[in-house]
């Protein structure tokens, strides 16, 4: 995995774009729902570039971050003039985290666990180095509905294209549990957890087809990683067919509304290991 964000470190951001308005206020609704004081500790299990904390790090709050990919965090680097100093950065592995317990104040995470071979080891140490009274802060930026529509078409011509070991045995993305929406609120709730859903930013999003086509092929999203490089072009061919069909011309402009949503939870109240067993 590490080795697709080192590959795709350069195109992250501008494929995830985030206007930095909104970024403020994703980080003025974190910081009031933390409540947070110039004492107060945040950790983040895949930090990559510093999409989701970099405007609470530019307040000058102690943020630390860890990453696989060596270069994604050079991204975050290549954001200051200098490293600021209640930044930390350290390339390590989210499910074994190196840090004594009860060390932070929050955690935050975006779009990390289900990449971890056990997204359950990753939350365990979520919860271990979570100090009691802390908050975990699982991050979700929800897709437009024209790149729904975009990756239901890609999805379906990738499906070709897949080795046929692949086909015959399930992946093990296919069993990890749901850590989106409507499953992580469901699983941090098994854990006896207070749980809570908001809305942190909404924001008008757009692309030409054309645009959106360049971003898929570039492979910068995880749809494109799970076919072979030999096949993928041939794929991406033929995707380039459907839009053709689908659309009526490449510089059509697609317009929507897309949102940054926060599970929040506090006072975890049962063992990790009982909800291993039930799922």
Known sequence: MNNYYD??????????????????QIADCIL??????????????????????????????????????????????????????????????????PFEDNLFDVVITAHILHCLQDPFAGLNEIRRVLKPNGV???????????????????????????????QNCPSAMQTKPNLFGEGMKQLLSDLGATVETLTAARWQQSHTVAELFDIYQSRALGVCWTVPDELFYKAMEEFKE????????????????????????????KPLTSVMVNA
């Open 136 to 166: 975990y802060l699982s991050c979700e930026n929800l897709i437009s509905s024209y790149q729904k529509t975009f990756e239901d078409i890609l999805r379906g011509i990738l499906g070709q294209y897949q080795p046929e070991s692949s």
């Open 7 to 24: 590959k795709i470190a350069h195109l992250y951001d501008a494929t995830r774009p985030l206007p930095q308005s909104v970024s403020e």
């Open 32 to 97: 009031e729902l933390v409540k947070a004081t110039p004492e107060t500790k945040f950790l983040e299990p895949g930090i990559g570039t510093g999409r989701t904390g970099y405007s609470i790090i530019q307040r000058g709050y102690s943020y630390t971050g860890i990453d696989v990919s060596k270069e994604m965090m050079d991204e975050l680097r290549h954001k200051f003039s200098k490293m600021p100093e209640n930044l930390t950065l350290l390339q390590g592995d989210a499910s074994t985290l």
């Open 242 to 269: 459907c839009l053709k069909q689908y659309y009526e011309s490449f510089e059509v402009v697609l317009y929507d509304e897309v949102t940054f949503e926060l599970t929040v939870a506090r006072n975890f109240s």
